[in-house]
C-alpha cells in the first residue's frame, strides 16, 4: 500500500515592491515628451516629423525601463527583480544576502550580485530615520518598553528601503528551506525594451547623416 504524497506547501500571492517617485516621474516625462514629439509631427516640415517619430521610438521605451518598468516581486518561494533591460529570478535558496548601502542589492550563493533598481536608497530619509531613533532612545533610557515594542517601533522608524530590504532578508531567512524555493538563478533579457530602443538609434542615425 502505498503513502500518501503529502500535501505541497502553499505559495501566496507576490508582495510587489515599487518605487512611487520612479513612477510619478516616468508619467510625467512620457506625457511631456509624446504632446512635443505629437506636436512635431503634426506641425513640423522637412526631416522633423521623422525625427520625432524616431526619437519617440528610441527614447519612450528608455523612459519607460528606467521609470515604469523596475519592479521587485516577493512570494514564499522566489524573489523576482524586474530591473531597466532584464529580469532576474533568484529562489530563495540561491539567496546569500539582501542589503542596501547607496544602493540595493542581493547577492547569490556564487557572489553575484544584483541591483534592485525599484527600492532606491535615500541617504535623507536614512538620517531622518537615524534621528528619530535617537530621539526615541533618549525619551526611553531606561528600556521600560517591552521587546516586541520596541522591534516593531525599530522598524517602522527605519527609512523606507532598509526597511524593505529587512522584509526581503526575513524572507529568504524563512523560506530559503522550502522545497518550492530550491534551484538556480536566471536571467532573461528584456527584448522587447532593447529592440525598439536599438531601430530607434538606428533611424536617428540615417536620419541625422542625410540632413
Not at 500571492?13 to 503634426?42: E, H, K, N, Q, T
Not at 515594542?149 to 529587512?166: Q, V
Amino acid at each position: 500500500m502505498t503513502s500518501p504524497t503529502p500535501p505541497a506547501e502553499p505559495t501566496y500571492a507576490d508582495r510587489v515592491y515599487r518605487s512611487p517617485a520612479g513612477i510619478a516621474a516616468g508619467v510625467l516625462l512620457l506625457g511631456l515628451g509624446l504632446w512635443l514629439a505629437g506636436d512635431a509631427i503634426v506641425r513640423g516640415h522637412g526631416s522633423a516629423p521623422w525625427l520625432a517619430l524616431a526619437g519617440v521610438i528610441c527614447l519612450v521605451p528608455l523612459v519607460f525601463a528606467f521609470t515604469l518598468r523596475p519592479a521587485v516581486y516577493a512570494n514564499d518561494d522566489r524573489l523576482r527583480v524586474r530591473n531597466p533591460f532584464r529580469t532576474i529570478t533568484l529562489p530563495w535558496a540561491s539567496v546569500a544576502d539582501v542589503r542596501s548601502g547607496y544602493s540595493s542589492e542581493v547577492f547569490d550563493q556564487g557572489g553575484k550580485k544584483y541591483q534592485l533598481w525599484s527600492i532606491p536608497v535615500s541617504l535623507r530619509q536614512r538620517k531622518r530615520a537615524a534621528r528619530a531613533q535617537v530621539r526615541d532612545a533618549a525619551n526611553d533610557p531606561y528600556g521600560r518598553t517591552s521587546t516586541a515594542a520596541r522591534a516593531d517601533d525599530e522598524k517602522s522608524r527605519l527609512a523606507p528601503a532598509d526597511r524593505t530590504i529587512r522584509e526581503l532578508r526575513e524572507l529568504a531567512e524563512r523560506n530559503g528551506g522550502r522545497e518550492g524555493a530550491q534551484g538556480s538563478p536566471s536571467v532573461r533579457w528584456a527584448y522587447e525594451v532593447i529592440a525598439p530602443v536599438l531601430v530607434g538609434a538606428v533611424l536617428l542615425v540615417v536620419l541625422l547623416a542625410i540632413g
